[in-house]
Nanobody, 128 residues
Framework: QVQLVESGGGSVQSGGSLRLSCVAS????????MGWFRQAPGKAREGVAT???????TYADSVKGRFSISQDNAKGTLYLQMNNLKPEDTAMYYC??????????????????????WGQGTQVTVSS
């Protein structure tokens, strides 16, 4: 089991930036996939960015070129740098970690973590 605590959310204007952090504890050495997911009101949770144990990073098409995922293993922390934020990025952002692995469908370049543990979420609000 991995425990996750996110921080860094807030309210910004369109075009602004935020950096989300996720501190992981517990069985982090077994995590083969970590990532960020988001859920807007009335919508399903969707993948934003993931990083897998082989160092590969993948992004949702809607955030490519604007968001960057990284991790500091020494600090046990996962980051999501978000630049050029848009109102449609408004959502609750969740950190995820999986010891099971990931799945990549043939129709997508995105790797989504399988059966992940979740953090409590951090709210990001972007105003126009």
């Amino acid at each position: 089991q991995v425990q996750l605590v996110e921080s860094g959310g807030g309210s910004v204007q369109s075009g602004g930036s935020l950096r989300l952090s996720c501190v992981a504890s517990g069985d982090t050495a077994s995590s083969t996939c970590m990532g960020w997911f988001r859920q807007a009101p009335g919508k399903a949770r969707e993948g934003v960015a993931t990083i897998t144990y082989d160092g590969v990073t993948t992004y949702a098409d809607s955030v490519k070129g604007r968001f960057s995922i990284s991790q500091d293993n020494a600090k046990g922390t996962l980051y999501l740098q978000m630049n050029n934020l848009k109102p449609e990025d408004t959502a609750m952002y969740y950190c995820a970690a999986s010891i099971v692995g990931w799945v990549q469908y043939s129709t997508s370049t995105f790797r989504t973590c399988r059966q992940p543990s979740w953090g409590q979420g951090t709210q990001v609000t972007v105003s126009s």
